[in-house]
């Protein structure tokens, strides 16, 4: 057998600005070895006749980290051609948190991304606290695309600050040193970096600023210790 795969009968666009072009794809071990006429036998043919054969798409904003706990196939970015989504975006998300926590993080998602909240109470499968379980957690399932998690800034702050943080208050020192804690444990399990929102647009469904929008001395110290942190050399885009 020539190849494990070969994709016959569609229209190629590679990706380098190249006109689309008539071709086929040939796979072997993971890797592609022919992409033209390709003559030889597959294990598995797809017939692409009338469709598009691209490289896969990065989604580098979705908001599927609730969903990614119950949809293997990450619906419907998968149809869409996604093969890699970066989630955590926007300051919001669902880790770290503590089960007190987990409507309020919920909520925000809700207001700040209209994503409905009772999809997500109902259908999120809660099986950590730290982000290091919630990577924990993603790696678990096997799935149709691949995934990168951020650290939300949100979720930091009410996981460290608690009502405090919904209240607006400054950050402790205490409370800054615990954040860059948290956020370098994140990068070490593999997050792929930090988020925060600076609109105004963004609010709780009642209408109140999110926790990351208070305008305090805390967010920028946090955010430099966030540089530190990546600067270890434990975040590698
Ligand atoms: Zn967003």
């Given amino acids: 057998m020539d190849y494990d795969l070969k994709i016959t009968g569609g229209t190629l666009v590679d990706g380098t600005g190249a006109a689309p072009r008539r071709a086929d794809v040939a796979v072997r071990d993971g890797v592609i070895v022919a992409v033209g006429d390709c003559p030889g036998d597959a294990a598995r043919t797809l017939d692409a006749t009338g469709s598009l054969v691209t490289p896969g798409f990065v989604d580098v904003h979705c908001h599927y980290d609730g969903q990614v706990s119950w949809d293997p196939t990450l619906a419907p970015s998968a149809m869409h051609g996604v093969t890699t989504c970066v989630i955590g975006n926007c300051g919001v998300g669902f880790a770290p948190v503590r089960e007190r926590d987990r409507a309020r993080l919920i909520a925000l998602m809700e207001g700040v991304e209209d994503i409905p909240g009772a999809a997500l109470a109902e259908g999120i499968r809660w099986q950590w606290e730290s982000f290091?379980?919630?990577?924990?957690?993603?790696?678990?399932?096997?799935?149709?695309?691949?995934?990168?998690?951020?650290?939300?800034?949100?979720?930091?702050?009410?996981?460290?600050?608690?009502?405090?943080?919904?209240?607006?208050?400054?950050?402790?020192?205490?409370?800054?040193?615990?954040?860059?804690?948290?956020?370098?444990e994140a990068l070490l399990a593999g997050a792929a970096g930090f988020s925060t929102g600076r609109t105004d647009n963004h609010r709780s469904p009642n209408g109140d600023q999110t926790p990351r929008r208070r305008p305090t001395r805390a967010s920028s110290r946090a955010s430099r210790g966030r540089s530190r942190a990546s600067r270890t050399g434990c975040c590698k885009p």
């Fill in 132 to 184: 290091p379980q919630y990577m924990d957690s993603i790696a678990a399932t096997p799935r149709a695309i691949d995934v990168l998690a951020q650290v939300p800034h949100d979720a930091l702050r009410v996981f460290v600050m608690g009502e405090r943080a919904v209240a607006g208050s400054v950050a402790t020192d205490d409370d800054i040193a615990q954040m860059r804690a948290l956020v370098r």
